[in-house]
């Protein structure tokens, strides 16, 4: 997964919202009796009720006096609380006769149906989360949410279709009626098509094996545009939506497939699908169209949500930052993951020590195939990781990674979640600069992922405990050294240490920011000084400051409410320009902000001045030796 939050687009930068916490509420699976014929789900895209899909179940026969069923709490790869069932309503079950049955709501995803034995199917609409009304209900994760309305409909599953405690192992049929001049797109293999009589309507009919299959399979249906192309022996299928013609899968495509190119060639004999999805909405800015930007991982497709008023550079520049980022996944946790992973609980999940390696070593891949590959330059790539070492030096630098990731919806971990994109990808540079010193050039982080892509794969997953030892044993005692140090403990990492044997030096120089940014040169901004409460839509001031705003008298932590007369949420910093109006301000420009600290509002009053701030700047040593410059070029060079 990779999220992105309001300017930072404009950075191009990925960010991730915190995880909600929330209590755990403990269950055991049930053992209710179900036919072995598939369960039968229909979603109704035509006759929409207020912005409300119709999903009708049939569950085959059932033996029980009793069963409970079930929409996901957590899904796999958002690390966070999303409480699908919250966006269900008027619930209904019917007997063989027609008439409703009784049924008890445990919680807000749970509902036993009493009875059961003469369950003939039950029925219930399905809200979009996309258009939360209320801040009451929770505003999960664009990619992982759902959008309903008649020119586009993302359809991730897990928001429509739920399961039985205990039977998730049984296959389902899932059928999806549709206005005949809406396209769609699948990877779930589809068993039929149906027309009605006056082929107005489409009735299409997909097979899954098991529920894991559903959550794993997203669908769009929309007025799409759809680019169909091959990458060597994969299948690439590019949906995209723009709803106002702003960008097109035509112009998107060359970029998609250069990076996919890439991506194979980095990953050589290393490939696990035949096809792979991927699906592009381009939400408005108006209030309530999306919560949040980034994309989600899956299998064979990725789910993306960036917003439309992206200029064609920038949205090139996203789509390789994200979707490079979630096809590498199929590397981990898609191939090599814990039994966490393995045997997802939706309900009540417990969460793998190793997100420094789902999602770090993701993002380090996402960068170095990059420089490896000859898509950018190597000052670029070091621009980069300059980028993630200052952002995460504003997050907790002495937190034990393992400790962060098993309790990651608890806080003070949930907070400090965003890390694991920033110092959790440095880890795994300095992870692959060690392995390549170790055997002069001839493993590297990728061929110890390739081992044990091979000695576990999909459906083998590792023992979480003992997985450091693990790796340890494969690699060389300075690996493990690492990561008992720097992973399972709380030193920080002294990263000059390791740009030291690659011939790199760091120097302290005084460097130019933007406002609210602190930009480089190859993106328009790299770290950014405030990030949004995706609960709330608040916009707040984050991490090291620059001069300006320390000279303003801005702490971390203050809640930006208006500024020059605006006032700043999610909504109004997208809908009024403020953060793009901000790379115009001048030295003299007047700010007037009113912030929320520690529960009062106060008013600053000032000018832009001339923002900036401390910071390390990565050079290549021209004193570095022939054995560091030969790990540089085994690092960095095919």
């Given at each position: 997964?990779?999220?992105?939050?309001?300017?930072?687009?404009?950075?191009?930068?990925?960010?991730?919202?915190?995880?909600?916490?929330?209590?755990?509420?403990?269950?055991?699976?049930?053992?209710?009796?179900?036919?072995?014929?598939?369960?039968?789900?229909?979603?109704?895209?035509?006759?929409?009720?207020?912005?409300?899909?119709?999903?009708?179940?049939?569950?085959?026969?059932i033996?029980?006096?009793?069963?409970?069923?079930?929409?996901?709490?957590?899904?796999?790869?958002?690390?966070?609380?999303?409480?699908?069932?919250?966006?269900?309503?008027?619930?209904?079950?019917?007997?063989?006769?027609?008439?409703?049955?009784?049924?008890?709501?445990?919680?807000?995803?749970?509902?036993?149906?009493?009875?059961?034995?003469?369950?003939?199917?039950?029925?219930?609409?399905?809200?979009d989360?996309?258009?939360?009304?209320?801040?009451?209900?929770?505003?999960?994760?664009?990619?992982?949410?759902?959008?309903?309305?008649?020119?586009?409909?993302?359809?991730?599953l897990?928001?429509?279709?739920?399961?039985?405690?205990?039977?998730?192992?049984?296959?389902?049929?899932?059928?999806?009626?549709?206005?005949?001049?809406?396209?769609s797109?699948?990877?779930?293999?589809?068993?039929?098509?149906?027309w009605?009589?006056?082929?107005?309507?489409?009735?299409?009919?997909?097979?899954?094996?098991?529920?894991f299959?559903?959550?794993?399979?997203?669908?769009?249906?929309?007025?799409?545009?759809?680019?169909?192309?091959?990458?060597?022996?994969?299948?690439?299928?590019?949906s995209?939506?723009?709803?106002?013609?702003?960008?097109?899968?035509?112009?998107?495509?060359?970029?998609?497939?250069?990076?996919?190119?890439?991506?194979?060639?980095?990953?050589?004999?290393?490939?696990?699908?035949?096809?792979?999805?991927?699906?592009?909405?381009?939400?408005?800015?108006?209030?309530?169209?999306?919560?949040?930007?980034g994309?989600?991982?899956?299998?064979?497709?990725?789910?993306?949500?960036?917003?439309?008023?992206?200029?064609?550079?920038?949205?090139?520049?996203?789509?390789?930052?994200?979707?490079?980022?979630?096809f590498?996944?199929?590397?981990?946790?898609?191939?090599?993951?814990?039994?966490?992973?393995?045997?997802?609980?939706?309900?009540?999940?417990?969460?793998?020590?190793?997100?420094?390696?789902?999602?770090?070593?993701?993002?380090?891949?996402?960068?170095?195939?990059?420089?490896?590959?000859?898509?950018?330059?190597?000052?670029?790539?070091?621009?980069?990781?300059?980028?993630?070492?200052?952002?995460?030096?504003s997050?907790?630098?002495?937190?034990?990674?393992?400790?962060?990731?098993?309790?990651?919806?608890?806080?003070?971990?949930?907070?400090?979640?965003?890390n694991?994109?920033?110092?959790?990808?440095?880890?795994?540079?300095?992870?692959?600069?060690?392995?390549?010193?170790?055997?002069?050039?001839?493993?590297?982080?990728?061929?110890?992922?390739?081992?044990?892509?091979?000695?576990?794969?999909?459906?083998?997953?590792?023992?979480d405990d003992?997985?450091i030892?693990?790796?340890?044993?494969?690699?060389?005692?300075?690996?493990?050294?690492?990561?008992?140090?720097?992973?399972?403990?709380?030193?920080?990492?002294?990263?000059?240490?390791?740009?030291?044997?690659?011939?790199?030096?760091?120097?302290?120089?005084?460097?130019?920011?933007?406002?609210?940014?602190?930009?480089?040169?190859?993106?328009?901004?790299?770290?950014?000084?405030?990030?949004?409460?995706?609960?709330?839509?608040?916009?707040?001031?984050?991490?090291?400051?620059?001069?300006?705003?320390?000279?303003?008298?801005?702490?971390?932590?203050?809640?930006?409410?208006?500024?020059?007369?605006?006032?700043?949420?999610?909504?109004?910093?997208?809908?009024?320009?403020?953060?793009?109006?901000?790379?115009?301000?001048?030295?003299?420009?007047?700010?007037?902000?009113?912030?929320?600290?520690?529960?009062?509002?106060?008013?600053i009053?000032?000018?832009?001045?001339?923002?900036?701030?401390?910071?390390?700047?990565?050079?290549?040593?021209?004193?570095?030796?022939?054995?560091?410059?030969?790990?540089?070029?085994?690092?960095?060079?095919?």
């Amino acid at each position: 997964m990779k999220r992105t939050n309001l300017g930072l687009i404009l950075a191009v930068l990925i960010l991730a919202c915190s995880p909600k916490s929330g209590e755990v509420i403990t269950s055991s699976s049930s053992e209710k009796s179900l036919s072995n014929t598939p369960i039968e789900t229909t979603l109704d895209l035509v006759n929409l009720d207020r912005d409300r899909v119709k999903v009708t179940i049939n569950p085959g026969k059932i033996s029980s006096d009793s069963i409970l069923f079930r929409l996901p709490r957590v899904i796999q790869g958002t690390y966070d609380i999303s409480d699908f069932g919250l966006f269900i309503d008027d619930f209904k079950a019917f007997n063989y006769d027609g008439e409703e049955i009784g049924f008890n709501i445990i919680d807000e995803n749970s509902w036993m149906i009493d009875n059961s034995s003469g369950l003939d199917r039950f029925q219930y609409y399905v809200n979009d989360t996309f258009d939360i009304e209320t801040s009451e209900v929770p505003t999960p994760f664009s990619p992982s949410g759902t959008n309903i309305d008649p020119t586009v409909f993302i359809l991730n599953l897990h928001g429509f279709v739920g399961y039985f405690e205990g039977r998730e192992n049984l296959e389902y049929t899932i059928s999806v009626i549709s206005d005949a001049d809406l396209m769609s797109s699948s990877a779930l293999p589809r068993i039929d098509q149906k027309w009605s009589v006056d082929s107005s309507q489409v009735t299409d009919t997909y097979l899954a094996e098991r529920y894991f299959e559903v959550t794993d399979n997203p669908m769009m249906y929309g007025l799409l545009e759809i680019e169909d192309f091959m990458v060597g022996d994969i299948r690439i299928v590019l949906s995209v939506f723009s709803p106002n013609k702003v960008h097109s899968a035509a112009d998107i495509r060359e970029t998609v497939f250069d990076m996919m190119e890439a991506q194979k060639e980095y990953l050589g004999d290393m490939n696990s699908t035949s096809r792979y999805d991927i699906f592009l909405h381009l939400p408005t800015t108006e209030a309530n169209q999306a919560q949040g930007f980034g994309a989600l991982e899956h299998h064979t497709s990725t789910v993306v949500v960036l917003p439309e008023w992206l200029n064609e550079e920038a949205l090139e520049e996203s789509m390789i930052d994200v979707v490079s980022h979630e096809f590498f996944h199929i590397v981990t946790p898609l191939t090599v993951h814990s039994e966490d992973i393995h045997n997802f609980d939706y309900y009540a999940p417990t969460f793998s020590k190793h997100l420094w390696m789902y999602e770090g070593i993701t993002e380090y891949f996402a960068s170095h195939f990059q420089v490896y590959e000859g898509l950018q330059t190597q000052a670029d790539f070091y621009q980069k990781m300059e980028g993630k070492i200052q952002y995460s030096l504003s997050m907790d630098d002495a937190m034990s990674f393992t400790e962060m990731s098993e309790n990651v919806l608890d806080e003070p971990y949930s907070s400090n979640y965003i890390n694991v994109y920033m110092k959790g990808a440095l880890i795994g540079m300095c992870i692959d600069i060690l392995m390549r010193e170790e055997s002069n050039g001839e493993r590297s982080l990728l061929s110890l992922m390739k081992e044990l892509s091979t000695k576990y794969g999909m459906e083998k997953p590792f023992e979480d405990d003992a997985f450091i030892e693990e790796i340890t044993a494969m690699t060389y005692p300075s690996v493990g050294d690492f990561l008992q140090t720097h992973v399972v403990g709380n030193t920080p990492i002294n990263y000059s240490t390791y740009f030291s044997k690659v011939g790199l030096t760091a120097n302290q120089v005084v460097e130019p920011t933007s406002f609210f940014f602190l930009e480089n040169e190859i993106q328009r901004a790299q770290t950014p000084f405030i990030d949004v409460n995706p609960a709330t839509n608040e916009v707040f001031f984050v991490g090291e400051l620059n001069s300006s705003l320390l000279d303003l008298g801005v702490q971390n932590g203050d809640i930006i409410k208006e500024m020059n007369g605006i006032e700043v949420n999610l909504q109004t910093i997208y809908a009024r320009g403020l953060i793009p109006l901000s790379f115009s301000w001048t030295a003299d420009t007047k700010i007037s902000m009113t912030l929320e600290r520690s529960g009062e509002l106060i008013t600053i009053d000032g000018v832009v001045g001339e923002p900036s701030m401390m910071r390390q700047k990565l050079r290549e040593n021209l004193n570095a030796t022939a054995d560091q410059v030969q790990l540089r070029s085994y690092w960095l060079q095919k």
